[in-house]
């Protein structure tokens, strides 16, 4: 068990990645300081420099607890014995509903790892990023093994179903660029707006037709 020092660091770590996240989706990665992630959690960059030696080891950071994230919350969905078809629309729902409640570090994904950093990194940074796109490729893989069990069932439609996989996750997580989060905005309408550009991520392909996904 942690003892409190151990908790108060984690807890100092989470809420420097939220800043992080916050500064990166408004500035982006080349404008923002680590002045302003301090300005953002309302310290100093001493306590950001004790957690993190540069800002690409933070920006590295909330991209990996993005995907921590999600996979935590859509393997155990993919797990279920759901048909195919059911599942893969939970999943996406699920997806969309990590984008927006979750909108600055999810955006701060979106700029992508590669683009920042490749061929600039230290070696611990290239083993960040290593596991990184490993975490991505294995949250991929959640949507692509059930795209595939779909088509073989016979429920789902898919040409090439690991670009069908791209263009639906691709769809959803462009929604960082245009949705903006409304602290008015409900439970029920978050969820409510989070099935309805699931289904229209899905839709974009090929749409829905006789209780089957089409992609």
């Known amino acids: 068990m942690a ?19 916050l500064a ?3 500035r982006g990665f080349a404008a923002t300081k680590i002045y302003d992630v301090a300005e953002e ?4 960059k ?3 420099y004790y957690h993190f030696r540069s800002k690409g080891d933070l920006f590295l950071a909330v991209h990996h607890d993005a995907l921590r994230m999600d996979l935590d919350t859509i ?11 059911r599942k893969l629309r939970r999943m996406l729902v699920a997806h969309t509903m990590l984008v927006i409640d979750h909108n600055p570090i999810h955006r701060v994904v979106v700029q992508g790892v590669e683009l920042h950093l490749a061929g600039a990194t230290t070696p ?5 990023l290593d596991r990184i796109i490993g975490l991505r490729d294995e949250y991929q893989a959640l949507f692509l093994k059930v795209l595939e069990d779909g088509v073989a069932a016979g429920c789902l439609h898919a040409e090439e179903p690991r670009l069908a996989v791209k263009v639906l996750l691709g769809a959803v997580n462009w929604m960082t660029m245009w949705y903006k989060p409304d602290p008015a905005q409900t439970d029920e309408q978050r969820a409510d707006l989070a099935r309805k550009v699931a289904d229209l991520a899905a839709g974009t392909l ?3 037709a006789k209780g089957c996904l089409y992609l």
Do not use: F, H, K, W
């Not at 003892?3 to 996240?21: K, L, P, V």
């Not at 959690?41 to 100093?44: E, H, I, K, R, W």
């Not at 393997?75 to 078809?85: H, Q």
């Open 75 to 85: 393997a155990p969905l993919a797990a279920t014995g759901l048909a195919p078809d």
């Open 206 to 208: 090929s749409g829905l």
């Open 124 to 128: 611990s940074q290239r083993r960040m």
């Open 46 to 48: 001493g306590l950001v």
């Open 3 to 21: 003892n409190g020092s151990d908790r108060t660091e984690g807890d100092q770590r989470s809420a420097i990645i939220r800043a992080a996240a």
């Open 41 to 44: 959690l309302g310290s100093t």
């Open 24 to 26: 990166l989706s408004r």
